[in-house]
DNA sequence: TTATTATTTCGATATTTCTAGAAATATAGG
DNA sequence: CCTATATTTCTAGAAATATCGAAATAATAA
């Protein structure tokens, strides 16, 4: 089980708009992942700036980067997601029964 | 479905240790939920703090609250932590199939 | 070597968030 | 009315975050 400052330092990540429009565009790009420049172009956050908010999703554990010659793919890290969902779960809904009409 | 601003800002409210442990304070507290006076014995934060994070947990949606004289009762909202767990799973889990050995 | 492409680092500013004491408000009881 | 209790609002300083242009770095190709 994730720690809770993990946690915590996770879900802040995701709790900013470019940063979960990234993540969900990494999810989108398939198997190995999109180029920084692609999600540049794709999404239209100067470069500076996206550079920042992947640092801070790669710190956290929330995706992950591997170069090849200039180029840098970024990953979603499918079993931390996984992990922070888990969490949710079984930390935050214990005691919640879903209606079943839902 | 949630949109995609109230996730980012709900999961923001989250990403942060004091407002992730008062969620979870709030899952055990049962169904009545706690007053905010026993949040503060139990978290041992300052009220005017404790305030300033439980106003702002109310404003995205992530607690409710109801006044019984002089004690405002909290409970969490399971249902909008379901809105953002769902959205997790199907916005960013796409082709990712959990291995079977966890 | 020079140029080109991909990305990060630096630096500066603007904005938001966190924190908590002090004062204010609301409600109830004596 | 006076006092006690529960909670919020006000205020302000400190810290963190967001933004982005310009310069720097890295890798490749010409």
Sequence with gaps: MMDDSNVAASLAELGNMHRLSIFRFLVKAGHEGAPVGDIQKALEIPS???SHHLSRMVKVGLITQNKKSRT???LPNFEHLEGLISFLQEECC??????ASR
């Design 48 to 50: 500076s700036t996206l």
């Design 72 to 74: 840098i793919f970024c």
């Design 94 to 99: 214990m005691g919640y029964e879903k209606s």
